[in-house]
Nanobody, 126 residues
């Protein structure tokens, strides 16, 4: 069974930085396209960033482009989300997700993902 465990969330001031990690169990991590989504209170879950199996292809939501960077380490079975110049509107629970399909299509849609972590809270104070 594939398990995803996020960490690195917390309280940060606006303009600061935070790095989220997502450790993935199992031997097939390098075959998964990965993503980060987030959900703020009272709002729907939204796409943040995605990265292809080999780390070459990346997608970002317009709201985080230029501020957030997603990366992966296929030796450590971990994906990262480096969050810089954070804003109060970045406050949310952040989830990582794994897509075993490998087709690199529909990565902005939550329905494309097969496995999800439990989430980590990020709170940005103004």
């Amino acid at each position: 069974q594939v398990q995803l465990v996020e960490s690195g969330g917390g309280l940060v001031q606006a303009g600061g930085s935070l790095r989220l990690s997502c450790a993935v169990s199992g031997r097939t991590f390098s075959s998964y396209d990965m993503s980060w989504f987030r959900q703020a209170p009272g709002k729907e879950r939204e796409f943040v960033a995605a990265i292809s199996r080999n780390g070459v292809l990346k997608l970002y939501a317009d709201s985080v482009k230029g501020r957030f960077t997603m990366s992966r380490d296929n030796v450590k079975n971990t994906v990262y989300l480096q969050m810089n110049s954070v804003k109060p509107e970045d406050t949310a629970v952040y989830y990582c997700a794994a897509d075993r399909d490998g087709s690199w299509s529909g990565q902005r849609r939550s329905e494309s993902y097969d496995y999800w972590g439990q989430g980590t809270q990020v709170t940005v104070s103004s």
